[in-house]
């Protein structure tokens, strides 16, 4: 019989320590476009993901789960700020920041970080970061004590001779990119070895849980992959089914069993929220390297279920009991969620887009229902209410034709109608008015800001 979880136990008691007086950490795992499909645990046939297969097995998992965009920068905006992207200047046309953007995440902003440091959090960022390189944007300046990664995404600062269609082919060449891998701010490999990466993050990951296993702490572990270029290491390439995708995500997997291994180990599991999920949907466009939506319609860069509807997955053994939720909820959740568990204050005079989810995770109890907007850009193309979801305008991912608009707006049942594909406006001109009045609910809480991205 072991005796030490006893031991631990009376130890925390004899110091005036219960458990229940110790603050959650707080893991975050964000994949770049991995699409709803991508997974076992979410239906793939090809891909193993056993371990987040066992994470979803042991925690809750999502089946109507969103980011906060259809595309990379704004959902990290949104994620880290609790607000959609057009709130702190994080959405516009161009959609994401690239090397010679001027802007990023303006130093205003209260991220998630900044919050649990005043309640007395270790912060640390590893992996992707795409909200700015410049002073006042950088992750050390958005309240993260420790970071790890790529300012932006792998396929930026392309060689100048670099074939077009070297970014989604199956064998990207190591030198393609010009990529810097930072360390607290300074270069520390430039290019980023990026078949190393998957690994090298995981290593810091677990470096930091065992280093700050004493106090609480808030770990935003944000993966390059599987966005393209796609790389593997030598462990895991050509070993799936579906390919160099399949390798990386495969990757990715076992670099969330170490994390929660690690968890495990330090004695953290039970008294560790960590939600695994993605940017946006899958890069559709990119073929065989662009991953799957599933039975959703269309991927990355649209507004319709496969671009922003993505894996969703909580777990915190012994406080969420396993099981599956059609219950909606988003990335713009996990802020007041995780201010709630570490009891931080929210920013003065900032609203927050989303709700606190803790009678779902932790009583399995149904949240109010409440909208949820689909941005793209500063527009937005539709709107959730309940199992109901209105397109005002619609437009596949990148490369598509220009945005339609419809008059009256498109209405589907997703419960009925996951897939989109059969518009039953004329039936419910109710429900049409109850999300057009939402629309107008919102907006009028929505104020210009300067833009960051243009």
């Known amino acids: 019989m072991n005796l030490l979880p006893t031991l631990f136990a009376l130890m925390a008691l004899l110091c005036g320590k219960s458990n229940a007086a110790v603050k959650p950490n707080i893991v975050i795992i964000y994949s770049d476009d991995l699409g709803y499909g991508d997974l076992g645990c979410y239906g793939s046939p090809v891909i193993r993901t056993p371990h987040l297969d066992r994470m979803a097995a042991e925690g809750l998992r999502f089946t109507d789960f969103y980011s906060g965009a259809e595309v990379c920068t704004p959902s990290r905006a949104a994620l880290l700020t609790g607000r959609y992207a057009l709130r702190s200047g994080m959405a516009s046309p161009?959609?994401?920041?690239?090397?010679?953007?001027?802007?990023?995440?303006?130093?205003?902003?209260?991220?998630?970080?900044?919050?649990?440091?005043?309640a007395g959090y270790a912060t640390a960022h590893i992996g992707k970061w795409h909200l700015g390189i410049h002073e006042g944007s950088r992750p050390q300046d958005q309240g993260f004590d420790e970071t790890f990664g790529l300012p932006y995404s792998n396929d930026m600062d392309?060689?100048?001779?670099?074939?077009?269609?070297?970014?989604?082919?199956?064998?990207?060449?190591?030198?393609?990119?010009?990529?810097?891998?930072?360390h607290n701010g300074k270069i520390i490999e430039q290019p980023a070895g990026q078949s190393t990466l998957t690994r090298?993050?995981?290593?810091?990951?677990?470096?930091?849980?065992?280093?700050?296993?004493?106090?609480?702490?808030?770990?935003?572990?944000?993966?390059t992959f599987p966005h393209v270029p796609m790389f593997a290491s030598p462990a895991f390439k050509g070993k799936s089914r579906a390919?160099?995708?399949?390798?990386?995500?495969?990757?990715?997997?076992?670099?969330?069993?170490?994390?929660?291994?690690?968890?495990?180990?330090?004695?953290?599991?039970?008294n560790t929220l960590v939600v695994f999920s993605s940017d946006n949907g899958p890069w559709l466009t990119m073929g065989n390297q662009g991953?799957?939506?599933?039975?959703?319609?269309?991927?990355?860069?649209?507004?319709?279920?496969?671009?922003?509807?993505?894996?969703g997955i909580a777990w915190m053994p012994g406080k969420i009991?396993?099981?599956?939720?059609?219950?909606?909820?988003?990335?713009?959740?996990?802020?007041?969620?995780?201010?709630?568990?570490?009891?931080?204050?929210?920013?003065?005079?900032?609203?927050?887009?989303?709700?606190?989810?803790?009678?779902?995770?932790?009583?399995?109890?149904?949240?109010?229902?409440?909208?949820?907007?689909?941005?793209?850009?500063?527009?937005?193309?539709?709107?959730?209410?309940?199992?109901?979801?209105?397109?005002?305008?619609?437009?596949?991912?990148?490369?598509?034709p220009k945005a339609e608009a419809?008059?009256?707006?498109?209405?589907?049942?997703?419960?009925?109608?996951?897939?989109?594909?059969?518009?039953?406006?004329?039936?419910?001109?109710?429900?049409?008015?109850r999300i057009q009045k939402a629309v107008e609910t919102h907006m009028a809480t929505v104020n210009a800001v300067p833009q960051q991205l243009d």
């Not at 995708?245 to 069993?257: F, H, K, M, R």
């Open 321 to 400: 009991a396993p099981g599956v939720t059609t219950q909606m909820a988003s990335v713009l959740d996990l802020y007041p969620t995780a201010l709630a568990l570490a009891g931080a204050s929210p920013p003065k005079d900032t609203p927050l887009d989303g709700t606190d989810l803790r009678p779902l995770l932790f009583e399995q109890k149904s949240l109010p229902e409440r909208p949820f907007f689909y941005y793209r850009g500063k527009q937005i193309f539709a709107c959730r209410l309940g199992e109901w979801k209105a397109h005002f305008q619609t437009q596949g991912g990148f490369g598509s």
């Open 291 to 311: 991953g799957s939506a599933g039975l959703l319609k269309d991927g990355k860069g649209s507004t319709w279920e496969g671009g922003m509807r993505v894996p």
């Open 243 to 270: 390919g160099i995708y399949g390798d990386a995500v495969e990757e990715l997997d076992w670099s969330v069993g170490e994390v929660l291994a690690a968890l495990r180990t330090q004695n953290l599991a039970e």
């Open 406 to 433: 419809h008059e009256p707006p498109l209405l589907f049942h997703l419960g009925l109608d996951p897939s989109e594909k059969r518009s039953v406006t004329a039936d419910h001109p109710e429900v049409l008015a």
């Open 158 to 182: 392309a060689r100048a001779d670099l074939p077009k269609d070297a970014v989604g082919s199956p064998n990207p060449p190591a030198d393609g990119w010009n990529v810097p891998l930072l």
């Open 94 to 118: 161009r959609r994401v920041l690239f090397p010679e953007s001027k802007g990023g995440l303006p130093p205003a902003e209260v991220t998630l970080a900044e919050s649990l440091i005043t």
């Open 200 to 223: 090298r993050y995981t290593e810091h990951a677990v470096n930091f849980i065992r280093a700050k296993k004493d106090a609480p702490f808030f770990l935003y572990f944000a993966h």
